[in-house]
């Protein structure tokens, strides 16, 4: 059975890595590249049949692990694979908490990675070895990414989309639904934020990005 990879990464040099080592994995995998985020969420919108996306956490239009959160509204069953330079036990254990499937570092060697493509295809879940997770420091994140995990994937989405700028008749025809029943995904997300305003929710969803969790902790 022919496997497929996405990787999303924005440094062709690291992704052709990838490649390599993914190829070295499945010698038959049919491996899509992404250089930019607008680009990885086309392309799971579009296909159902990906097997593990392998997703940098900054990149031209996204920073941080809001863009997980995103991806993962729209294939809430999509395995994806974090690969990412930002490796402190902090960012890995909140990308493990908000649905990654496993997190290598940008530093890991070829057999590392190797190891943690065949762990995550067999439904586990891959971290370093070497790494003490520990738990969350910061109350308002572990209340944020609490919070953020009650959220069904279609209300994930709208806040993403929110996020983006789009107002609820934009998002309803997106998502082809009444813009009554947007309307009532919006009151569901800020009720389960526990926030007042799109704005605010919006606000609370960007602290998860990379430089919210840096100026948090």
């Known amino acids: ?51 593990l996306l392998l997703l940098d956490l900054t990149m031209p239009g996204v920073s941080g692990l809001s863009g997980l959160v995103t991806l993962k509204s729209i294939q809430p069953a999509l395995p994806i694979m974090i690969v990412s330079a930002t490796d402190d036990p902090a960012t890995i254990r909140r990308a493990l908490e908000l649905g990654a499937s496993g997190f290598i570092s940008k530093s890991a060697s070829m057999e ?22 520990g738990h969350e420091p ?19 989405r709208v806040l993403s989309m929110l996020a983006e700028g789009l107002l609820n008749k934009q998002i309803a025809y997106e998502l ?9 995904h919006v009151s569901a997300v800020l009720q389960k934020l526990g926030v007042d305003s799109r704005t605010q929710a919006v606000i ?13 902790n």
């Open 1 to 51: 059975m022919q496997l497929k990879f996405i990787i999303a990464d924005d440094h062709p040099l690291f992704r052709g890595a990838l490649r390599q080592a993914l190829t070295q994995k499945a010698r038959k995998a049919e491996i899509v590249e992404a250089g930019d985020f607008d680009t990885v969420k086309k392309l799971i919108l579009e296909a159902t049949d990906i097997d």
């Open 138 to 156: 910061d109350p308002e994140i572990s209340d944020l990414i609490s919070r953020i995990r009650t959220l069904t994937p279609q209300q994930t």
């Open 112 to 133: 590392d990675i190797n190891n943690a493509v065949s762990a995550v295809l067999a439904g586990d879940i891959w971290a370093p070895q070497d790494i003490d997770l």
């Open 204 to 216: 609370r969803l960007s602290k998860i990005g990379s430089e919210g969790f840096q100026a948090l």
């Open 176 to 184: 082809s639904v009444s813009e009554a029943t947007i309307k009532a």
